[in-house]
């Protein structure tokens, strides 16, 4: 009885993913030059991506170089710097 009920769970799971294909192939995709993403280190060539991947690729390069997360706070303006250090007695 435990074969039925595993079968019918497979069909299920088979009927879910062949739905998420079909809605998966129906986006619209656009090739995107990845060349800009060898110096962020994600490799080089030409990928087929969905338009809202290609957007937020594009975003993404151009705002690089003012994200603090990949180029870092400078010490300067870090307010979360340690003023001096801990000193534990």
């Not at 088979?14 to 280190?41: K, N």
């Amino acid at each position: 009885m435990s074969s039925k009920m595993s079968s019918g769970s497979d069909i299920g799971q088979a009927r879910r993913a062949v739905e998420q294909l079909r809605m998966e192939a129906g986006i619209d995709r656009v090739q995107v030059r990845t060349q800009d993403w060898e110096r962020m280190g994600w490799g080089w060539g030409w990928a087929w991506v969905s338009k809202a991947a290609g957007e937020l690729l594009q975003y993404c390069v151009e705002h690089a170089k003012s994200d603090p997360f990949l180029m870092g706070i400078p010490a300067a303006v870090n307010p979360f710097k340690e003023k001096k250090p801990c000193v534990i007695l």
